[in-house]
C-alpha cells in the first residue's frame, strides 16, 4: 500500500513538474527564481506542486482572481509580434510564417525558439518541410517561393514567376518537384534541382491549398474555392473532381478528408471509397488534419477546433478546444497526442490531447463569474476594487468586487445593437461610449443619462475609444482615425494611417494605432490645430508604467523593475497579451484578449 502510494504521489510530482517547466519555460530558463516568484503561484490550486508548496508561496504573489483549478489542454503558448499565417511541422522542430515576412523556428517541446529564417519581404503566407527535414519550402505574398536548407538557414533557392501573392506551396515526397498555387489564378510546378517552372495550370478559380500526399510524387490535390482536382505533374487532371473547400492527407498518404458544408468525408485516395462520415454544426470550416497514426482528425471552426475519432462507428467528436481569440490559421500534430495551432490572435499554442479542462476558480457559486465579457476598463481602489467590463452585451455592464471576484451591480444602458464601444472613469464617474446606427453615443452611468450624440461620417467603425481624461472619443476607420470632444461634440482631428485595420492604444493624450505595418502614434492634447506626429522612438507604447518603479511590458505581458529592468512577474503566455494593466494599492488587474482577468495580491512581496 505504502508503495502505491508513493509511485501515486511520484506520478502526480513528474506531471506536474513537467506541465510547470513547459508553460514557463522561458521566463525560468532566463531566471531560475521565477519558479517561486511566477510559476508556483499561478500553478493550479488542485495541483500537487501548488499545495506541496503552499508554505513558501504564502510570502510570494497571490492570485485573487485568475487562478486554474486544474491543468489545462494548452502546455504552453508563444506569443509573436506578427500574425502567424501558417505553420510546419517535422522531428521535433515547428516552422511559422508571420506577417513579419521572417520564418521562426521553434522547438515542439519546449516553445523555444530556435531559429530566424530572414528573406522574404512581405507575409509569409505557406510552408511545408519535405518528407526528410532537409528542406523547407515557403510561399509569400511577395510572390516568390523560396527553398530553405534547414541545417545552414540560408535560402537554396528563390523561385520567380507568380505575378500576385503565393497562397499555397508543397513540396513532393522525392523532394524534386514544388507546386505553388497563386492569387494570380494559376499553378506553377516547379523542378527543384534547376529552379525552372516547367508547368503552369490555369485555374478558373484561386488555388488557395495545394498539397502532394505522402509518399507519392506522382500525383498532387489543388483547392480552388470549392472545387477539389487531382493532378499528375505534368499537368494533367487525374479522377473525379470533388466538391469542397478543404482537404488534409493521412501520414501514410492513403486518406484524405474532405470538408464540404457541413458534411465531412474521409475517404480512400485511390478508390475513392468513404471510410467514414459525420456531421459538424456549422460550415464555416478553417484548416484540417489528420493525427499520425490516423485515428484523429482535427477540424479549425473560426477560433476553436474540433478533434474527431474516425476510426469508431460512427465517428465521434471527443474535444472541442476553445482557447484563442482569433481564428485559426493553421493546425499540425506533432505526435498522437499532440497538436499545434496558429491564429489571428498571435499566438501559437502547444496541446495535448485528452489532458483536463481549464475551470476558473469562483469564490461564490451563486455569483456571475468574472468571465462575461472582454475587459478593457478597470479601476483598481485601495480596497475592494470594481472591474468594469466594456463588451456590453445587451447593453448590460457589470461592475465586479475584487476580492469575491463576485458582480456588484449591473447597469442597463441603450446599446444593444452597438458595434464598438469604451467605458472610462471620468472625475469618479462612469462614462460610457458606443457606436450604432451612424453615431456614437456618450452615456453617463450614475444619472442614467444620455447627455451626447456624435455622428459618424463612415459606417466602417473598427475600434472606439475615450481618452484617458474623458475630454475625447476618438473612432478609427479602414485607414483613418477621427477625435471628437465629448462634451462639445465637435471634430478636433483626423489623421490616416498606413494599413487597414489595427487597434487603438491610449495613454493620455497620446494616441496610437497598432496595425500590421507599422505603429503609428498622434498627441492629440497640443495647442496646434492637428495633432502632432509622434517620433519614431514614441511610436509603440510598449511599456506602460504602474507606478514610480514597476512597469508592464505590453508585448511579453510581464512587469519589469524601472531601474534595473529586470522582470519580477509574468503570467502565463495561455493570458496572451493584456489589453488593460494597473497597479492600485497592493492589487495589480490585468485583463487580457481572451476576456479573462488576473488580480493580484502583492501585498507579501516587494513588488509594490
Known amino acids: 500500500m505504502i508503495l502505491l502510494v508513493q509511485a501515486d504521489v511520484s506520478c502526480m510530482w513528474t506531471n506536474d513538474s513537467q506541465r510547470i517547466l513547459l508553460e514557463y519555460f522561458e521566463v525560468i530558463s532566463n531566471s531560475p527564481s521565477h519558479l517561486y516568484h511566477s510559476a508556483l503561484p499561478i500553478s493550479p490550486s488542485s495541483s500537487w506542486l501548488h499545495e506541496c508548496y503552499a508554505a513558501e508561496l504564502s510570502q510570494e504573489v497571490r492570485v485573487v482572481k485568475g487562478l486554474q483549478v486544474k491543468w489545462g489542454m494548452c502546455s504552453h503558448t508563444v506569443l509573436l509580434d506578427g500574425i502567424p499565417w501558417t505553420l510546419s511541422y517535422w522531428n521535433n522542430a515547428v516552422a511559422v510564417g ?122 498532387f490535390i489543388s483547392v480552388s474555392y470549392t472545387t477539389i482536382q487531382q493532378w499528375d505533374i505534368n499537368g494533367h487532371k487525374v479522377g473525379h473532381a470533388y466538391d469542397g473547400d478543404q482537404v488534409a492527407f493521412s501520414s501514410d498518404g492513403t486518406q484524405f478528408v474532405l470538408c464540404r458544408g457541413i458534411d465531412i468525408t474521409v475517404q480512400n485516395i485511390n478508390s475513392g471509397v468513404a471510410v467514414a462520415r459525420f ?18 482528425v482535427a477540424i479549425g471552426d473560426d477560433w476553436k477546433f474540433h478533434l474527431w475519432d474516425i476510426t469508431s462507428s460512427p465517428p465521434h467528436l471527443i474535444e472541442t478546444f476553445i482557447g484563442h481569440t482569433g481564428e485559426i490559421t493553421s493546425l499540425a500534430f506533432s505526435s498522437p497526442s499532440n497538436l499545434i495551432s496558429a491564429s489571428w490572435d498571435y499566438s501559437v499554442k502547444f496541446l495535448q490531447i485528452g489532458a483536463s479542462s481549464t475551470d476558473p476558480v469562483v469564490t461564490d457559486p451563486k455569483s456571475t463569474p468574472l468571465t462575461s465579457a ?7 481602489k485601495a480596497k475592494n476594487s470594481p472591474i468594469i467590463p466594456s463588451g456590453l452585451p445587451g447593453g448590460v455592464v457589470k461592475t465586479w468586487g475584487i476580492l469575491t471576484g463576485c458582480s456588484k451591480r449591473s447597469l442597463q444602458i441603450p446599446a444593444q445593437d452597438s458595434h464598438e464601444s469604451n467605458i472610462q472613469p471620468v472625475d469618479n464617474k462612469l462614462i460610457f461610449a458606443w457606436y450604432a446606427n451612424g453615431k456614437i453615443s456618450i452615456w453617463e452611468a450614475e444619472k442614467g443619462k444620455l447627455f451626447q450624440t ?20 476618438f473612432c478609427l476607420y479602414e485607414k483613418s482615425i477621427q477625435a471628437w470632444d465629448i462634451w462639445t461634440s465637435e471634430a478636433v482631428g483626423k489623421m490616416g ?51 514610480d518603479t514597476k512597469l508592464w511590458e505590453r508585448n511579453m505581458s510581464r512587469m519589469q523593475d524601472v531601474i534595473t529592468g529586470k522582470v519580477v512577474f509574468q503570467p502565463p503566455q495561455r493570458f496572451g497579451k493584456a489589453v488593460h494593466v494597473q497597479l492600485g494599492g497592493k492589487y495589480l488587474v490585468a485583463s487580457f484578449v481572451s476576456g479573462e482577468v488576473l488580480i493580484l495580491d502583492l501585498s507579501h512581496t516587494p513588488l509594490v
Not at 282 to 292: L, Y
Not at 513 to 541: A, C, K, Y
Request: aromatic share 6%; proline share 6%; hydrophobic share 35%.
Open 454 to 473: 456624435i455622428k459618424v461620417p463612415r459606417d466602417e467603425v473598427i475600434d472606439l475609444r475615450i481618452s484617458g481624461d474623458g475630454s475625447k472619443v
Open 279 to 296: 456531421n459538424a454544426t456549422r460550415s464555416n470550416f478553417g484548416p484540417c488534419c489528420f493525427s499520425p497514426d490516423g485515428r484523429l
Open 497 to 547: 494611417y498606413i494599413y487597414w485595420r489595427g487597434c487603438i492604444a491610449i495613454s493620455g493624450s497620446k494616441i496610437w494605432i497598432h496595425d500590421l505595418l507599422m505603429p503609428q502614434g498622434w498627441d492629440f492634447g497640443t495647442l496646434g490645430s492637428s495633432p502632432v506626429r509622434l517620433s519614431n522612438e514614441l511610436q509603440i507604447p510598449d511599456r506602460l508604467h504602474l507606478n
Open 98 to 219: 508571420s506577417s513579419h515576412r521572417d520564418i521562426f523556428i521553434f522547438d515542439a517541446i519546449t516553445g523555444s525558439q530556435t531559429a530566424v529564417l530572414p528573406g522574404h519581404t512581405d507575409i509569409v503566407r505557406s510552408l511545408t518541410f519535405s518528407s526528410d527535414g532537409i528542406s523547407l519550402v515557403s510561399g509569400s505574398h511577395d510572390k516568390t517561393v523560396k527553398l530553405w536548407d534547414m541545417q545552414t538557414g540560408g535560402v537554396v533557392k528563390t523561385l520567380h514567376g507568380h505575378t500576385d501573392i503565393v497562397l499555397s506551396v508543397s513540396i513532393s515526397a522525392d523532394s524534386t518537384t514544388i507546386a505553388s498555387g497563386s492569387q494570380d489564378n494559376t499553378i506553377r510546378l516547379w523542378n527543384v534541382q534547376e529552379g525552372e517552372c516547367h508547368q503552369i495550370i490555369e485555374q478558373q478559380g484561386i488555388p488557395h491549398c495545394i498539397s502532394f500526399p505522402p509518399k507519392n510524387s506522382q500525383t
Open 374 to 380: 472582454p475587459t478593457r476598463s478597470i479601476i483598481p
